[in-house]
């Protein structure tokens, strides 16, 4: 069965790291590219980071270029992301997402696997 479960979200304080994962079941993910989205409250769900299937292109919003980093362990069937130097801003709920894109030296636009969130909140 395809799914997508994320793990390592959690309270921190403002300055602190997280690391999140992402374990991919049912499926190879070698053929499929990933992004996090996060959703605030009152917020419209946002991607804040995405990786191709090849693993060599990677892109980040603004707010997070230089603290968060993605990255992708395919023999483990998972994808992670590094948070640092988080911020209140940062508080959200985070999404993995799938979708195929096997070959692709890019990131997708068109996900169709989610998996549940992970509730990250950061303190001031």
């Known amino acids: 069965q395809f799914q997508l479960v994320e793990s390592g979200g959690g309270l921190v304080q403002s300055g602190g790291s997280l690391r999140l994962s992402c374990k991919a079941n049912g499926f190879t993910m070698d053929y499929y590219a990933f992004g996090w989205f996060r959703q605030a409250p009152g917020k419209e769900r946002e991607r804040i980071a995405c990786?191709?299937?090849?693993?060599?292109?990677?892109e980040y919003i603004d707010s997070v270029k230089g603290r968060f980093t993605i990255s992708r362990e395919n023999a483990e069937n998972t994808v992670n992301l590094q948070m640092n130097s988080l911020k209140p801003d940062d508080t959200a709920i985070y999404y993995c997402?799938?979708?195929w894109g096997y070959g692709n030296h890019w990131c997708i636009t068109n996900y169709d696997s989610w998996g549940q969130g992970t509730q990250v909140t950061v303190s001031s």
């Open positions: 997402a799938a979708g």
């Open positions: 990786i191709s299937s090849t693993g060599d292109i990677t």
